[in-house]
């Protein structure tokens, strides 16, 4: 199910615009020549790097909503977006280049200090209050996202009008970036769903609390590094392609828990498959509503993602009390 | 099967808990006990591999704890912590299911025997039902019973409880523990619980280990352990043992500051004769011992009543009977003390005796056409006729156990020798009487005032008993006589 939607809205994203393609076009191509190179030099790319970006960030959320058994929490509001932005700018402001890594430079600074962002926020979060509960945490993230926002305005300053671009970068698109943005995100996002795919049912055990899980048997110290640092990476390198998109994390694995339930075992593949369509049907949206002016995706996720976000924590802090009362 | 020696454990430098060593061997049931703060969960917390001890060492099945590889730990030890909340909520299954996770490996999947595991750990628990419900549809002590089954499912050696029966109702508390207690015995598991509840504790436990300060400063046999003074030491609080009523076990009651009420006197006048018999009725409850037939044995209770039946009561259930007959008088049937006798009741012989420290007051209803000689009861068959000996021995002071056996003796002997001055021979053998066959007895104190530790014939209390109560028997003798002979 979840499959066909994701093929639907494939298609619909790639058909869809200011050249209509013609679905006799998948089976021939010859006689559609514009029209085949709308599709596969921009629209392709584009609609399967929206779709990349979208399952990296929900699983990316996913893991770290089991992880720190916080519904609110993902890449952007723990701050880790923000993290990777900076490591971003950076990259494009001091034009570094590691050798050997070449353009994959940019993802794996990006994806380096969206770890250090994670690690950061959670030291502070446990310095307030050792149980990490839901709104210290996500408090510690707004802290970090904030403190970053100034530094990057700093950096942006400093540059004048050549970075004035990255402003446009950081609201989130996904727009004129074609083939190479998908070949660089592309083993970021193997890897890293690699990595979350094979701790599922070490997720399941950490829902049930830190202390349950290790008298389960999960060597919790090492599989929690793994994860935050797969999620930090998919996060990380989704930021260096497309800018920060938020929402994605918290939207999608809440959708598919309330639809299927909580077992990672098919929460992680069915957040990542919805992931894709969520963000492929945002990115239409956005490029559409108001043609020919592109909204940047990052509002169109923050229009659905922010009374979410309201909706959960008000359940919570509802169930909460419900829960204290019995 | 579990070592501890020598753990000495802190959080940032300060020792929690100091220096504790202990043993469990396979089978035990081992409860961890001691005030809020003396260290029981870090205790707990280190045996489980969640705190490091900063000296000594853990071992389980001969394996220093550090050793073993978190799996191989969760094959030999389940933990069943105490309840929090949960934020994500998996079906019950599935959280039972993850009892499973140590027994697989990398890649391994599900197997007969997990499943089986799965399933029978949750009909252990009584959780079947729930299956496809999430934990939070579920109350606390379900949620308990859920927590119970997974552990079952990674069929450990060593079961591990905090405060296990905190959110249980009473009959899943009693659930719980005996289905613990039945798995030790099947299949030789072994448990350490920490219990709040030392009464619990005792009934269920083979040892207690009592913490205090970080220190062990009891680890013995429950009943080595409940006794008043080291509890009271222990818990800082005042309290009592004694037996539990029907187990060979201790069990403890606080005592509480206050006594309810002011000091309470038992007056003559508290005794009146009303149409149900002779009555008393005190405010405040008298501890009371006796052979009645309604709350008979050992209580609390502020009415007595010694009621007059007719000669030709009878009845198959005199405790029913006698329920019934309190409720139509608007008594109530478990604060009343109840003894029957068809003498008439306006002939009881009521005295009162003032003497150093406190005061008693006998009451005594005799009918003696029944009298018998116990001494040679078993020579013959006999029928019982009407006639019995009704003695009440109400006491203002605190008597101790053993006086209230020996008040009992004192009581019965000077009963027995009113019968031998009175020279009431037992018809069938010719021979002086002792009593009779239905003869009750009932020793009543306030428990409050000056306390008697014994009760003998040559204590002051216990002389007077035996004088008041000679008298008030002879007494009773000659009026039934009298009357008798009409």
């Known amino acids: ?326 | 099967m579990l070592h501890v020696e020598g753990i000495t454990v802190g959080y940032g430098g300060k020792p929690v808990v100091r220096d504790v060593s202990f043993d469990v061997a396979k089978g035990e049931i081992i409860g961890l006990l001691g005030p809020n703060g003396s260290g029981k969960t870090t205790v707990m917390k280190t045996i489980s591999g969640i705190l490091s001890p900063e000296n000594g060492l853990v071992m389980i099945d001969g394996k220093d704890l550090r050793t073993l590889k978190p799996k191989e730990l969760a094959r030999k030890m389940a933990v069943l912590p105490q309840l929090h909340p949960v934020t994500f909520s998996q079906t019950v299954k599935e959280v039972v299911s993850l009892g499973r996770y140590p027994h697989h490996g990398w890649m391994s999947s599900w197997s007969a025997e997990d499943e089986q595991a799965v399933l029978e750990a949750m009909d252990m628990t009584g959780v079947t039902d729930f299956g496809e419900l999430t934990l939070d549809e579920l109350s606390g002590g379900e949620q308990q019973r859920v927590y119970l089954a997974q552990a079952f499912a990674q069929k450990p050696d060593l079961l591990l409880l905090d405060e296990p029966t905190n959110h249980l109702d009473l009959k899943y508390q009693k659930q719980l523990l005996d289905l613990l207690r039945k798995r030790v015995v099947e299949s030789g598991l072994t448990v350490v619980s920490i219990f709040h509840d030392v009464n619990l504790a005792a009934l269920y436990c083979d040892r207690l280990i009592v913490l205090k300060n970080g220190e062990i400063i009891e680890n013995a046999q429950p009943h080595a352990v409940l006794r008043e003074g080291s509890m009271e030491r222990v818990y800082e609080a005042s309290v009592s043992t004694q037996p539990h009523p029907q187990m060979p076990k201790p069990q403890l009651s606080l005592l509480p500051e206050e006594k309810s009420g002011g000091a309470g006197t038992v007056e003559l006048s508290d005794f009146k004769f009303t149409e149900a018999g002779l009555m008393l009725h005190v405010d405040k409850p008298l501890r009371s011992v006796s052979s009645a037939v309604l709350n008979a044995g050992v209580g609390w209770y502020s009415r007595f009543l010694n009621r007059q039946v007719p000669a030709d009561y009878a009845t198959e259930d005199s405790i029913g009977e006698n329920t019934e007959f309190l409720e139509s008088m608007h008594m109530s049937p478990t604060d009343t003390v109840v003894m029957m006798t068809a003498v008439d009741v306006s002939d009881a012989v009521i005295r009162h005796c003032e003497f150093e420290g406190g005061s008693l007051i006998v009451a005594v209803t005799a009918g003696i056409g029944n009298a018998t000689d116990v001494s040679q009861t078993h020579l013959m068959q006999r029928s019982q006729k009407i006639g019995t000996v009704n003695t009440w021995v109400v006491i203002n002071g605190h008597l101790t156990e053993e006086a209230f056996l020996q008040a009992m003796m004192t009581a019965t002997e000077a009963k027995a020798k009113a019968f031998q001055a009175e020279n009431v021979i037992d018809p069938f053998t010719g021979t002086i009487a002792t009593g009779t066959p239905t003869d009750s007895i009932l020793i009543a104190a306030t428990q409050e005032a000056s306390r008697f530790n014994y009760a003998g014939p040559v204590t002051v209390i216990g002389s007077r008993i035996g004088k008041t109560v000679f008298e008030a028997t002879t007494e009773a003798i000659r009026r039934y006589r009298k009357k008798a002979s009409r």
């Open chain 1, 1 to 326: 199910m979840s499959l066909g939607a994701l093929l639907v809205s494939v298609w619909f994203a790639v058909s869809v615009g200011t050249v209509k393609i013609p679905f006799e076009l998948l089976w021939n191509t010859s006689t559609f020549p514009m029209e085949a190179a709308v599709l596969f030099e921009i629209r392709l790319p584009r609609v399967l790097l929206a779709g990349l970006v979208g399952a990296s960030l929900a699983i990316a959320g996913a893991a770290f909503q089991g992880l720190l058994k916080n519904p609110l929490a993902d890449p952007y509001t723990l701050g880790v977006s923000s993290g990777a932005s900076v490591g971003a700018v950076a990259v494009l402001f001091f034009g570094i280049s590691i050798p050997f890594f070449g353009m994959f430079t940019l993802p794996i600074v990006s994806a380096t200090a969206a770890f250090l962002t994670m690690l950061a926020v959670l030291m502070f979060s446990r310095m307030i209050d050792r149980s990490l509960k839901m709104e210290t945490l996500i408090l510690a993230g707004i802290v970090m996202t904030s403190f970053l926002g100034s530094v990057m305005s700093l950096m942006i300053a400093l540059t004048g009008e050549e970075l004035r671009s990255i402003i446009g970068w950081l609201l989130g698109s996904v727009s004129m970036r074609g083939w190479p943005y998908v070949w660089l995100l592309l083993p970021f996002f193997l890897g890293g769903l690699l990595v979350i795919l094979m701790n599922t049912r070490e997720l399941n055990a950490m829902m049930l609390g830190e202390e349950k899980a290790k008298h389960l048997g999960v060597n919790v110290n090492s599989r929690k590094l793994w994860l935050l640092f797969s999620g930090s990476v998919l996060a990380g390198a989704s930021v260096a392609v497309s800018g920060t998109i938020g929402f994605v994390g918290l939207v999608v694995p809440h959708m598919v828990r309330r639809l299927w339930g909580a077992d990672h075992r098919h929460l992680v593949p069915l957040s990542a498959i919805n992931g894709a369509s969520l963000l492929v049907l945002c990115d239409l949206v956005a490029r559409t509503i108001i043609s020919p002016t592109e909204l940047p995706i990052g509002v169109i996720t923050a229009f659905i993602g922010a009374p979410l976000f309201g909706f959960i924590l008000w359940q919570q802090r509802k169930g909460g009390r419900a829960h204290a009362s019995r």
